[in-house]
Structures are given as structure tokens and as C-alpha cells.
């Protein structure tokens, strides 16, 4: 069974640096993109972040581009996300999520991950 368990979510200063860990276990996690969202209250989940399969490439939503960096280790099993210079429109709930889709083009689209953690909150104080 596929399991993904983020942590790292917590209260915040704008401009202060947060790192988000998702914990995978349950499938080959090299052989999955992993990819990073989040949902703030009334909005829909939107895409942030995406790692290859071997962390080689990687593809930002540009509102965080050059702030957060996603990255992998496979042999940990884990996917980060080191969030620098946060701010208040950052605050939500991030999820990570695997995708066994082989087209790279797609990684923003959140209907090619088919498996999603539970989220951790970030709330972020102005």
C-alpha cells in the first residue's frame, strides 16, 4: 500500500524559510515524479513543485519559482520542500503526490498523480 506522510508544516514569519519532508513507503519511489501542491481556504489545490524521476529535473509554478526548490532522495524515500522567503500568500495546505506518468510536460496537472498524502499546514504571519 502507497503511503505518503508530508511534515514540516508550522507558523511562520514572512520571510522566514520552512523545509517540508514527505515520507513515502509501500512502492519504488525512484520510478515515480513526485510532485508538491497546496490549497489555500476557498481556492482550489494548485501545482507548486515537480522532481524527476532521479531528480534531474525539476518544474516550478512560477509564484514560487527561485523561493522553493523540490528535491529528492531516493534513498530515503523522501521528497523536500525548501520554502525561502515565504510569505502570506503562501499560507495553505501543501500536499505531496507521486505519479508513475512517464510525459514530463504533464507534471502540473494534478490528475497524473494518483497518489496523495493528507497534507501539512503552513500558515504564514505578516
Known amino acids: 500500500q502507497m503511503q505518503l506522510v508530508e511534515s514540516g508544516g508550522r507558523l511562520v514569519q514572512a520571510g522566514d524559510s520552512l523545509r517540508l519532508s514527505c515520507a513515502t513507503s509501500?512502492?519504488?519511489?525512484?520510478?515515480?515524479?513526485m510532485g508538491w501542491f497546496r490549497q489555500a481556504p476557498g481556492r482550489e489545490r494548485e501545482f507548486v513543485a515537480a522532481?524527476?524521476?532521479?531528480?534531474?529535473?525539476?518544474h516550478y509554478a512560477d509564484s514560487v519559482k527561485g523561493r522553493f526548490t523540490i528535491f529528492r532522495d531516493n534513498a530515503k524515500n523522501t521528497v523536500y520542500l525548501q520554502m525561502n522567503s515565504l510569505q502570506s500568500e503562501d499560507a495553505a495546505v501543501y500536499y505531496c503526490?507521486?505519479?508513475?506518468?512517464?510525459?514530463?510536460?504533464?507534471?502540473?496537472?494534478?490528475?497524473?498523480?494518483?497518489?496523495w498524502g493528507q497534507g501539512t499546514q503552513v500558515f504564514v504571519s505578516s
Open positions: 503526490a507521486a505519479s508513475y506518468e512517464s510525459n514530463w510536460s504533464s507534471m502540473r496537472l494534478s490528475r497524473v498523480y494518483s497518489n
Open positions: 509501500g512502492f519504488t519511489f525512484s520510478r515515480y515524479v
Open positions: 522532481v524527476s524521476w532521479t531528480g534531474d529535473k525539476t
